[in-house]
């Protein structure tokens, strides 16, 4: 079993930063594709960020710029720092983390975290 625990989060106003972490912790051999979800009240959940095993990332137009997401192997656990944040990207962050298995990847989430930016 596999859990992912997410830190960080919080109320800050526009211009400032946050930085979330993601630490996934259990049975693991590796994982592959690590990323960061958001879901604004009243939307879909969707793809902020993205970066896989060796380091490839991938970011939605909105945040480019703004923010980074890495990861730290060793320590199972992937970052996104958020920098010039807009009262646009509060939302809940979800972590997510893709495992092999012999099927497939399978995708573990985090319990998400709350993310508010004032105006």
């Known amino acids: 079993q596999v859990q992912l625990v997410e830190s960080g989060g919080g109320l800050v106003q526009a211009g400032g930063s946050l930085s979330l972490s993601c630490a996934a912790s259990g049975n693991i051999r590796s994982i592959n594709r690590m990323a960061w979800y958001r879901q604004a009240p009243g939307k879909e959940r969707d793809l902020v960020a993205e970066i896989s095993s060796g380091g490839s990332t991938n970011y939605i137009d909105s945040v480019k710029g703004r923010f980074t997401i890495s990861r730290d192997n060793a320590k199972n656990t992937v970052y996104l720092q958020m920098n010039n944040l807009k009262p646009e990207d509060t939302a809940v962050y979800s972590c997510?983390?893709?495992?092999?298995?012999?099927?497939?990847?399978?995708?573990?989430w985090g319990q998400g975290t709350q993310v508010t930016v004032s105006s």
């Open positions: 997510a983390a893709d495992f092999p298995t012999t099927f497939g990847d399978y995708t573990y």
